[in-house]
């Protein structure tokens, strides 16, 4: 319509404005995603252009697809109870269906437009990404929750958005798009950032991407010398990180030896130690419950903190669970002198969760607080606050539900209704506030919309990898980070998630076809 009144190609940048609003803001704000979102829609249809929309529409089963998911939505909100939840999480659900529907419908995304993209996406991430480590390491301090790290948007969306980031900058890389040591560098800066953010996600899904890229550098060179150099390096490199892994694990493993005669009875006040070396559980090496005496414990920790020594961290952990494993793994007693000698950070620290010395030590660290969760669950212990065990429950009851309810499903509505149900039912240890969904896109769709819904989203996923007759590098690495992040979380649960789903499936999926031109 803009264009017969201006004699301008109007819609065509209103569309690129959109795309360029909608790629700022997966790393800065749900405010510039909802606009995006409105903006990209509203001009597809003013616009107005319905004969060439019904013909693609005609010839794209992933236009059906994305349909058919939206249409089982509303139609299971027949028989959801709760209606108004079902209304909410569909409309939240608008940029899943908006973004791909408008751009699938018009005219191809130009492979230049893409690039233009890519280049704001990978700008703004080293922005964002430089701000958020200045000021969790500069202002704010080493707090303990590696969670405050991610200040713009959510810590676990932003992991995805920085491990796409990398190979994107690959991408650009082979393709000769810019200067190569701008990219090389913005690769290395991400790369760095993705290892001390301690994503579980970002650390699989950069794991499992580099991966696929070495081996699709090793199919696509022609020459036999860089073809050998590269599976040697790759080889190398898989060598290097089971040597890493094993190092992590047997330094998690290794333990110190204890003899309960040798053991000092007293703190130097004269109260009287409780030793348990019998329990397993240790931190940095070191046995957990020996030379523990609570009593100095909890009345020094009063004078030095304002959480109760009987309350909860801030990451809802027993407050005295989380001091004891942090003084633990500085080889320390638990009495009223180790207390003493912590530090106003290291309470600090505590007081946010940070329960071992190692917690931010990039990978390594995060393994080991894996280790230690899951030896505490085979041990009776709490999952409450702990990421790896929570996930498990939620895994564990979104299984149950499928069990029940997989055919059909509950219905978009009941989603949450059924998962307390099923909480209950089980006889879950976890906490109210710790009661969430699968933590898997596919399981959650699949309850509420039932094996069909599940099928419809895979499809969604594996029909353009079939339709394309060569499909280029950057086309795999978007489809494998969608799939890893939905086997991983429950993606198109988020604003960011729908927006980062629907933007980054779009420009992918109905980009214009053209040779591809890797190197």
Not at 6 to 23: E, M
Not at 468 to 481: A, G, M, N, P
Request: aromatic share 14%.
């Amino acid at each position: 319509m803009f264009d017969k009144w201006l004699k301008l190609p109007a819609h065509y940048y209103l569309r690129i404005t959109a795309l360029v609003i909608l790629t700022l803001g997966v790393c800065l704000h749900n405010t510039l995603m909802s606009i995006g979102a409105i903006w990209i829609v509203s001009n597809w249809l003013i616009e107005a252009d319905f004969i060439n929309y019904w013909k693609k529409f005609k010839s794209s089963p992933t236009i059906w697809m994305l349909l058919g998911i939206l249409f089982f939505g509303l139609l299971s909100l027949m028989w959801s109870d709760d209606v108004a939840y079902g209304q909410k999480d569909l409309a939240r659900k608008m940029p899943f269906f908006a973004i791909p529907f408008a751009l699938g419908l018009g005219k191809p995304v130009e492979q230049k437009i893409v690039n233009f993209l890519l280049y704001i996406f990978i700008g703004m991430i080293l922005l964002t990404s430089g701000i958020n480590f200045y000021r969790y390491y500069y202002v704010i301090g080493d707090s303990g929750d590696i969670r405050e790290m991610s200040y713009f948007i959510s810590h676990i969306r932003f992991g995805i958005v920085v491990a796409l980031g990398i190979f994107a900058g690959i991408y650009l890389l082979l393709t000769k798009k810019g200067p190569w040591w701008l990219w090389m560098t913005a690769v290395i800066w991400m790369l760095f950032y993705t290892w001390k953010s301690q994503t579980i996600n970002g650390y699989v899904l950069t794991a499992v991407l580099g991966i696929f890229t070495w081996i699709y550098m090793i199919v696509k060179f022609r020459s036999k010398a860089v073809k050998i150099s590269l599976s040697l390096g790759l080889l190398a490199i898989l060598i290097i990180s089971i040597v890493y892994v094993s190092d992590a694990l047997s330094s998690f493993e290794k333990v110190e030896q204890v003899n309960l005669d040798e053991l000092e009875m007293y703190t130097p006040s004269g109260r009287e130690y409780k030793h348990f070396p019998e329990e397993t559980l240790k931190e940095n090496g070191h046995l957990v419950w020996v030379y523990v005496q609570h009593e100095e414990l909890e009345q020094e920790w009063q004078k030095r903190s304002e959480i109760g020594y009987r309350d909860l961290d801030k990451k809802g952990q027993p407050m005295y669970g989380t001091l004891i494993r942090y003084m633990t793994s500085k080889n320390m007693r638990k009495d009223s002198v180790g207390v003493s000698h912590l530090s106003d950070e290291e309470i600090r620290m505590i007081e946010n969760g940070c329960a071992s010395i190692n917690m931010n030590a990039g990978f390594k660290g995060k393994m080991h607080e894996f280790l230690w969760q899951y030896e505490s669950y085979k041990n009776g212990g709490d999952p409450n606050g702990q990421s790896l065990l929570q996930r498990l429950e939620h895994l564990k009851t979104a299984w149950s539900i499928i069990l029940k309810n997989g055919l059909f499903g509950v219905g978009i509505g009941d989603v949450p209704a059924i998962f307390d149900q099923a909480y209950d039912e089980r006889g879950s240890l976890l906490l109210e506030e710790n009661r969430h969904r699968s933590h898997n896109q596919f399981l959650t769709m699949w309850i509420a919309l039932g094996l069909l819904g599940l099928i419809m989203l895979v499809g969604m996923l594996i029909i353009p990898l079939f339709k394309r007759k060569e499909l280029d590098y950057f086309h795999w690495v978007v489809f494998i980070t969608l799939f890893i992040s939905c086997m991983f979380q429950d993606m198109l649960e988020t604003q960011a998630g729908v927006t980062l789903f629907g933007l980054f499936y779009g420009i992918t999926v109905y980009k214009e076809v053209r040779q591809s031109r890797e190197s």
